[in-house]
């Protein structure tokens, strides 16, 4: 009998000691998105994270370990975020938290980064306050910034001399935040310039037609646009139903993005200058192998979802990879001046602020058979277009 007891508690030792081992072999991967209510950018972005995952686990994992990804799905909800984030770190014991997707529940994340003490890699929310105002050592961000990106398309702007400039745009964080970043930096760059209107209409829910009027009754030079996905294909409908854009200039943030400007079809509109992803034309070899991958496992194009989905996985293997660990302490370390490759090229992790130096493609939107593309597209880094180090030292509290 007692040798029975013994090999019973001998077999149950080896199940826990298996168990345990098994989940020392994976390394967790908590990514809390708005799926339900952002799918255009969202299903792209879990394929690029499917992706990069499929190929890491094949090449032997990181440190020896597997990667496994966790997701789920925050209802647009800054709230129901900071819910998910407690179940993945309590419940299913994550190693890292990454994902958001809207500004609003990307900062809310970042809060609860700061206050958990635990590593956040913001993939796709721009707002500058993620990584100035409320920016913390616990939260590194990939995607090129509000700032950044506009401060991309200003020296277009500028160059299109034009006085009377219109607004647009959801109103939250990152549509407001846009839009004060674009007159500052214009105003610097065209003294003269005036902003007679502006449109800021409730996010997913654009009165196209009263928008559309009111932009036109105050008879602007330009337009700087910042509406995208559902609410972006209402305005350009409208837009050209009542012909705002003919003979006026339009530039505007994401635009050339497959997610918005595929939906358009044969209302894309021509030559509005436009931050986005010309996916069908680059020839970069990091691009070629990427889109050759993705396409060969979804037999889809990619879209920029998928680029940063892609990216914000490699970016935590090569930082837990560096660090040796997931602890946090170390990889908050390892992110630091961290350099990834992405189908864009090599981005690294700025020592300033925590933002990568990814870039984004400008360019210009042209209608060809039907169909939207972008053209006259340059590659620009993101590590030129931030402010000073002084002016971030000022924005972002001290760690």
Do not use: C
């Amino acid at each position: 009998m007692k040798t029975k007891l013994h090999l019973g508690a001998a077999l149950a030792a080896g199940m826990a000691f298996s168990v345990a081992a098994q989940a020392q072999g994976t390394i967790k991967i908590g990514e809390i998105n708005s799926y339900k209510a952002q799918p255009a950018f969202l299903e792209p972005y879990k394929k690029g994270m499917e992706l990069a995952v499929e190929e890491i686990n094949a090449a032997g994992g990181v440190n020896g370990k597997k990667f496994e990804l966790i997701t789920r799905d925050d209802n647009a909800n800054p709230g129901d975020a900071v819910r998910m984030a407690e179940e993945l770190i309590s419940r299913e014991q994550v190693d890292v938290l990454t994902g958001s997707f809207l500004s609003n529940t990307g900062l809310a994340l970042t809060d609860f980064a700061k206050q958990k003490k635990f590593f956040y890699l913001a993939g796709e929310p721009l707002t500058d306050k993620i990584v100035w105002q409320n920016g913390n050592k616990y939260t590194y961000r990939l995607r090129p910034s509000t700032y950044m990106q506009v401060a991309m398309l200003v020296p277009e702007a500028a160059k299109l001399k034009k006085k009377r400039w219109a607004l647009v745009y959801p109103n939250y964080e990152y549509g407001q935040s846009s839009v004060a970043t674009f007159k500052k930096l214009l105003k610097e760059a065209q003294p003269d310039v005036e902003f007679v209107a502006e449109q800021a209409p409730p996010l997913g829910k654009v009165d196209a037609g009263s928008v559309v009027q009111a932009l036109a009754d105050a008879k602007p030079d330009a337009i700087f646009n910042v509406l995208f996905a559902a609410d972006l294909s209402k305005f350009v409908r409208e837009g050209n139903t009542r012909g705002l854009f003919k003979d006026r200039a339009v530039v505007s943030v994401l635009t050339g993005e497959p997610e918005y400007l595929d939906p358009l079809k044969d209302e894309s509109p021509n030559g509005w200058i436009v931050t986005g992803y010309p996916w069908s034309s680059l020839q970069t070899p990091e691009h070629k192998a990427f889109r050759s991958a993705y396409e060969a496992k979804f037999k889809d194009y990619p879209r920029l979802g998928s680029v940063v989905g892609y990216s914000a996985i490699r970016s935590l293997a090569a930082g837990i990879a560096k660090a040796g660990s997931t602890d946090t302490e170390k990889l908050v370390a390892a992110f630091r001046g961290l350099p990834v490759d992405t189908p864009f090229g090599r981005i690294t992790y700025r020592v300033q602020d925590n933002q990568s130096t990814m870039g984004a493609y400008v360019g210009k939107t042209r209608n060809e058979g039907g169909k939207g593309v972008m053209v006259d597209y340059v590659y620009l880094d993101g590590g030129r277009f931030q402010p000073s180090d002084e002016e971030v030292r000022k924005l972002r509290p001290a760690d």
